[in-house]
């Protein structure tokens, strides 16, 4: 749609989920962006459905989305702004849902011919030990660890390092089936980069590639988001038929999986230079520490170019 400095934009952030604070942030600074350019924004702590609704009374008629993790990126609350017919930054119900599930997301990468770590999804109703010994001795059989992650949350938040079958069960009875669905996934070495996208007049940019070298075991909660524990090498130190190949691959898989507007695809590098996708996020961070921002950079896009550039590609799916 058309966007100008009169049309009154909310930047909706924070929400209920695990990722709330770090949605807040994004939020301030793409709040903070959008006044520095001049636009008419407001700032919305989303924290029930009233405030959903609230936007009509408001005579709100863009939403910028920096919600992240569930109800915020799983599709709920696109669903909600498609109901009130306020377009929306980010993609659309269909492909915020497919893109949080990592289930739904590594059939759709086999599909396709794209290499995903093995994995298999633990739920309530196969939570028993016989299962969990007989997943635990197939995934761990090369390196004695496997990560155990769950179905449809963001920012690695509680995912798990697991380098025993006792340690496994352990965790297991520590997590909540009822509610969350999780996947035992097999664990492969490598260097893990990630692949940033956006949409830049209907066509689908790919920015320079970020190889991430956390000071922890992986790239967990603690390392995205704390200044200092994960050194950025940018660009990814990449053969150029690799680049390549993992530029395309990303562009195939974010379309397959419906997404658009912007989003990242995560991805580990074995030792035979074999890309393996991790997940999609179709509302990357935009904090002083997130990876798309810097990736911006990288290609001398500076922050407030970036939210413009998403800014105008709000629209409404249906």
């Not at 350019?37 to 009509?56: A, P, Q």
């Not at 290499?115 to 299962?131: G, H, I, R």
């Not at 990560?147 to 380098?163: A, C, M, Q």
Request: aromatic share 8%; charged share 25%.
């Amino acid at each position: 749609m058309d966007v100008n400095k009169k049309t009154k934009i909310a930047v909706l952030c924070g929400g209920i989920s695990e990722e709330k604070e770090i949605s807040l942030k994004s939020g301030k600074n793409c709040f903070n962006a959008l006044q520095r350019l001049g636009y008419n924004s407001i700032l919305v702590d989303v924290k029930s459905i009233e405030d959903l609704l609230d936007l009509k009374n408001k005579n709100i008629e863009i939403a910028f989305l920096v919600t992240h993790g569930r109800f915020g990126e799983d599709g709920t609350i696109q669903g909600v702004l498609e109901w009130m017919r306020i377009p929306y930054t980010g993609s659309s119900v269909l492909g915020s849902a497919l893109s949080m599930d990592k289930w739904l997301t590594k059939q759709i990468a086999r599909n396709n011919k794209i290499n995903v770590a093995n994995s298999y999804l633990l739920t309530s109703k196969n939570n028993n030990p016989s299962y969990i010994k007989k997943v635990w001795e197939e995934l761990s059989i090369k390196n004695n660890t496997i990560f155990l992650k769950p179905r449809d949350e963001g920012s690695s938040v509680n995912t798990f390092k697991i380098k025993s079958l006792s340690e496994l069960e352990e965790k297991i009875k520590k997590i909540n089936l009822l509610h969350l669905d999780y996947l035992m996934e097999e664990f492969i070495p490598g260097r893990e980069i990630t692949v940033s996208l956006i949409e830049v007049d209907g066509t689908l940019k790919v920015l320079p590639i970020l190889e991430l070298k956390p000071k922890n075991e992986f790239y967990d909660y603690h390392a995205k988001y704390t200044k200092g524990m994960t050194e950025f090498i940018l660009p990814a130190n990449l053969d150029k038929n690799l680049e390549t190949t993992i530029a395309e691959t990303s562009k195939k898989i974010f379309y397959e999986i419906c997404c658009s507007s912007f989003g990242r695809v995560d991805y580990i590098i074995d030792e035979k230079d074999i890309p393996y996708l991790l997940e999609i996020n179709s509302l990357p961070g935009m904090t002083d520490t997130s990876d798309l921002p810097a990736q911006a950079a990288c290609a001398g896009i500076k922050y407030d170019e970036v939210v413009e550039m998403v800014l105008k590609t709000a629209k409404l799916h249906k």
